[in-house]
């Protein structure tokens, strides 16, 4: 039986996505949004969801790149401050214990410790109420040495990502594998062919 | 050391979303959609990117209206199997082995069996490359019984979804609670504060 839980903004998983710019003062900022994901594959594009009043959001408007960084669940805490702290009253670099380097291919910020980053540039702006949606190219991925396997893939188990919750404000771990995709469902789709 | 995996389509965790529409003779059809997410939450709001070629995409537009349906491991060959055939050449709920029922807000069937469910009115439709990025309104969201823990809020860990790993296109478990967001970064904020 479905209960009725209303309007919410729930789907599981969403991700744990840290947003790095720099400040007008070059001066690296990063933030943490849930509310976005990958958005196209030709070209490769993610969209991130961030509200006017955010330091970031004046950021991108003047440097039309980002980075999209994801944390592992050693880095959970420094996510986690990376979100509820603000950008306009906190040199968040200064305290959260990891390393903010330019970027090769745009003038945005990575974060050194994190496993895996994306680098953005803006390609497309909408608005959804209270959310302005960025929407950026991937220009590159960047991937740690110890995360990448076999034939140059970067392994999900590897990078331990970790997911928000929407529902009950949890972090949780998503890297154990426990199918393959384009393959789990080969028998029934052998058997509606069948038939 | 980072490694440049070029520019591609790669974040972690990306969800498997099975989105829900009927045909034009009213028949249910359902798609897998690992490229979206919740996009706003004033009002709720979810992205879904799909291309023109599939039937989902004329179902939408039709009729404006979709259901996003969660998942869970035990429905993982069936979530496959809504991804790699096409709705154009088979009746995928003839064979899926799960229920489409009408959901209760939209004119769009939500699948019985999955945990939980999104159902959503198209409010804006943009353009990525390949891929039409369809926003939906989320007003309301339905969830299994067996899901809803204490306080009617859905627990993370009984929904159990599954994410989309887009490097090594494996299917990975993300229901593990392993911290609180919101406080998680609370000891960092607090020495910075100090500061």
Chains 1, 2 share one sequence.
């Not at 980053?117 to 302005?132: D, Q, S, Y």
């Not at 999900?156 to 949890?170: C, L, R, T």
């Amino acid at each position: 039986m479905k209960r009725e839980i209303g309007a919410e903004a729930i789907i599981f998983p969403t991700p744990v996505l840290i947003v790095g710019t720099y400040n007008e003062d070059g001066r690296p900022n990063a933030m943490n949004v849930a509310w976005g994901g990958i958005c196209g594959s030709e070209p490769p594009a993610i969209s991130i969801a961030i509200r006017k009043e955010r330091k970031t959001y004046e950021n991108i408007c003047r440097s039309k790149v980002f980075t999209v960084n994801i944390p592992n669940e050693k880095l959970m805490e420094v996510a986690d401050f990376f979100g509820i702290a603000s950008g306009k009253e906190i040199d968040k670099f200064k305290y959260a214990g990891v390393t903010a380097k330019k970027a090769g291919h745009i003038d945005a910020p990575y974060i050194e410790e994190f496993p895996v980053c994306a680098e953005c540039r803006l390609i497309k702006t909408t608005e959804i109420g209270k959310h302005v949606i960025f929407i950026g190219e991937i220009v590159n991925v960047l991937a740690d040495d110890s995360v990448v396997g076999e034939k140059g893939i970067i392994d999900v188990e590897k990078v331990g990502a970790i997911g928000f919750d929407p529902a009950g404000n949890y972090y949780t771990a998503t890297g154990q594998k426990v199918g393959k995709a384009f393959s789990a469902g080969l028998e029934i789709l052998k058997q509606a062919k069948e038939k």
